[in-house]
């Protein structure tokens, strides 16, 4: 079976750094897609990031273009969100999500339901 486990979360001062870590385990699909969803206090899950394993091409969210940034590295099955600039606020939990790569798309907004596999999710706090 499928099993996505994220790390790497915590409290940062704002403007800061952090890296988000999803070790996936199980996945059989010859090409798929990951993703990074974050959910805000009072606000819906966003997807903010997406990633396909055969090219590494990456997509963004407005909200985080330029200060996220999503890697995989299919040796390690490991899939990377680099947060820069951190904004104040939070906590927020951020998830990784999976699926096959011909049943996701890569157009914002993502849809969380395209997704069939998740993590348990990583709290992540900018600090002020």
């Known amino acids: 079976q499928v099993h996505l486990v994220e790390s790497g979360g915590g409290s940062v001062q704002a403007g800061g750094s952090l890296r988000l870590s999803c070790v996936a385990t199980g996945i059989t699909y010859s090409t798929y897609a990951m993703a990074w969803f974050r959910q805000a206090p009072g606000e819906e899950r966003e997807g903010i990031a997406t990633?396909?394993?055969?090219?590494?091409?990456?997509f963004y969210a407005d909200s985080v273009q330029g200060r996220f940034t999503i890697a995989l590295d299919n040796a390690k099955n490991t899939i990377f969100l680099q947060i820069n600039s951190l904004k104040a606020g939070g906590p927020s939990m951020y998830h990784c999500?999976?699926?096959?790569?011909?049943?996701?798309?890569?157009?914002?907004?993502?849809?969380?339901?395209?997704?069939?596999?998740w993590g348990q999710g990583t709290q992540v706090t900018g600090s002020s």
């Open positions: 999500a999976g699926g096959a790569y011909s049943g996701v798309g890569r157009r914002f907004p993502l849809k969380d339901f395209e997704y069939t596999h």
């Open positions: 990633v396909i394993s055969t090219t590494g091409k990456a």
